[in-house]
């Protein structure tokens, strides 16, 4: 789908009508989640199947105020079958709580693709059109308030695009109606930590977007 860049207001909220029972939604959604989590562990719709160890679902809140998005398992991820738990994990983990104020469990953490490239190579074409469509059920039974695009792999197969990471960076975006913010990946902000600032100005964003404190760098 065509990256969307229609002005949006910076707050973004959601609330369920008076006569919803709130406890009631998360055990629908989370109920929703398991059952479209039993459907695809044993999928075999790419060849991304025949090497992996575990698929990946994607782990967290059934009702989060925001979505982070990866490209796909690391060795670490498929050996665990969980997201993020590798380097790269341990820095997204502080993101959440220093930029945030908020824990790995309030939050959900998913990758387009649920299995691991060999050697960690992109997801090709083939293997991100199988997986997309369980990532889009994802976002619509999550119904995150705001979706983080970590990287530019995720962020082009979210939205559809090809514009550079940095032209994406601070722009309006959003993905079914849903404010998308995106910023560099853990794992390259490991490798270049010069960018750290840039992702601290796109989290501010994303805090702006719910409403949040601003919270102030780490010293």
């Known amino acids: 789908m065509p990256v969307a860049a229609t002005p949006m207001p910076e707050a ?11 406890a009631r ?11 479209l989590r039993a459907e695809v562990l044993p999928c075999t719709r790419c060849k991304l199947h025949h090497g992996r160890k575990q698929v990946v679902f994607g782990e967290g809140n059934a009702q989060p105020r925001v979505l982070f998005i990866g490209e796909a398992p690391g060795a670490r991820e498929d050996a665990t079958g969980r997201p993020f738990v590798g380097p790269a994990g341990q820095l997204l983990d502080r993101i959440i709580q220093a930029a945030m104020g908020m824990q790995r469990e309030q939050v959900f953490i998913a990758n387009v693709n649920k299995c691991r490239p060999p050697d960690n190579r992109e997801p090709e074409p083939d293997e991100v059109a199988a997986c997309l469509p369980f990532l889009r059920r994802q976002v619509a039974i999550l119904k995150p308030q705001v979706i983080v695009a970590l990287g530019r792999t995720a962020a082009h197969n979210l939205l559809g695009t090809t514009v550079p990471m940095r032209a994406l960076r601070g722009r309006e975006l959003r993905y079914e109606g849903i404010p998308v913010v995106v910023t560099w990946h853990p794992a390259y902000l ?30």
């Open 12 to 22: 973004a909220t959601t609330a369920a009508p008076a006569d919803v029972d709130p």
């Open 25 to 35: 939604l998360h055990a629908e959604a989370a109920a929703a989640l398991q059952a």
């Open 190 to 219: 490991l490798r270049d930590p010069s960018h750290k600032r840039e992702t601290w100005e796109d989290i501010k964003r994303v805090n702006r977007l719910l409403g949040l404190p601003e919270v102030p760098p780490a010293s």
